[in-house]
């Protein structure tokens, strides 16, 4: 499910089986948090949380098969992710989501610190990127880093106070 979603939305990241596997297998150690949604018995999507600070953890990954997608499972399955946080103790949580295929308008300007805090405060999207999924789950844009994935492939930073 990992590597037929991510590849269906343009993204290589887990562009292998065996790539797959490892990231499923970290995200079920401890004391990670990992959780699936299921339908008619089916995986149809699954997330994880991992330390990152110690009252602030990194969401990764957030997958619902494409066929699912906007019909509301990712916004349950986040909300118990973040229900789980805060029974730990956890009060932030943090996610990088990158734009390696131009789907905002970050990746279709050079970034520089002249114009950096104007185009994070009037990003666009463009092309169906996750990140206004994010913000509509209460998710803030806290930063990028313009070239993380090359020329142009941001990796967008964004927040959640869950206290």
Known sequence: MLK???LDAGNESWGDIKNAIEEVEECIEHP?????ICLDDKLIGWTGLRPMYDKTWELHPMVIKTEY????FGKVLLRELETRAKSRGIIGIALGTDDEYQKTSLSMIDINERNIFDEIGNIKNVNNHPYEFYKK????IVGIIPNA????K???WMWK???
Do not use: E
Not at 32 to 36: D, F, P, T
């Open 154 to 156: 941001p990796d967008i």
């Open 137 to 140: 789950c209460g998710y803030m």
């Open 4 to 6: 037929k979603s991510f």
């Open 149 to 152: 994935n090359g020329k142009r």
């Open 161 to 163: 106070d869950i206290s």
């Open 32 to 36: 990670n948090i990992c959780l699936g």
């Open 69 to 72: 997608q906007g019909k509301g």
